[in-house]
């Protein structure tokens, strides 16, 4: 379906049923719908134009469906939200991930995010150290001294 068919759509049935129908489309494909679609549906326009921008970047992405869970994996790994990585698991599993696929994802986010911690904390400790001039001691005596 086209785009503006897609709006269209939306503008003939209304928003409130879209977002219904959009649901139940959603957990019948994965048999669950995620709780932040659940909220976003007190409020159809928020849910609608959240799953438009999902389903526009994944039905023109270059990269298979499969591909595109599991970066979702990782970034959620990454982000440490334990709901996202529950639903892109079985989401990618339903599009044919292997288990050694999603778990080499998972540890490929965590060497990702641990890599953002250290160039974080790095970035953040040479900059105090360059407001001190350079003379800030970065190794504090021990106890014993």
Not at 98 to 123: K, P, S
């Amino acid at each position: 379906m086209e785009f503006e068919d897609i709006l269209d759509s939306i503008v003939e049935r209304g928003s409130k049923k879209t977002a219904e129908d959009w649901l139940q489309s959603i957990n019948q494909e994965y048999g669950r719908i995620p709780l932040i679609f659940e909220r976003m549906a007190e409020r159809p326009e928020v849910l609608i134009s959240h799953l438009l921008y999902k389903q526009t970047v994944t039905t023109t992405s270059l990269l298979d469906p499969k591909v595109v869970e599991l970066i979702s994996l990782a970034v959620g790994a990454s982000l440490k939200c334990r709901h996202c990585v529950d639903y892109h698991i079985q989401a990618a599993l339903k599009k044919g991930a292997t288990r050694d696929e999603i778990l080499e994802v998972i540890l490929i986010a965590g060497l990702t995010a641990n890599a953002a911690v250290l160039a974080n904390a790095y970035r953040v400790m040479n900059g105090a150290i360059l407001r001190c001039g350079g003379s800030c001691d970065v190794n504090p005596p021990s106890l014993d001294e």
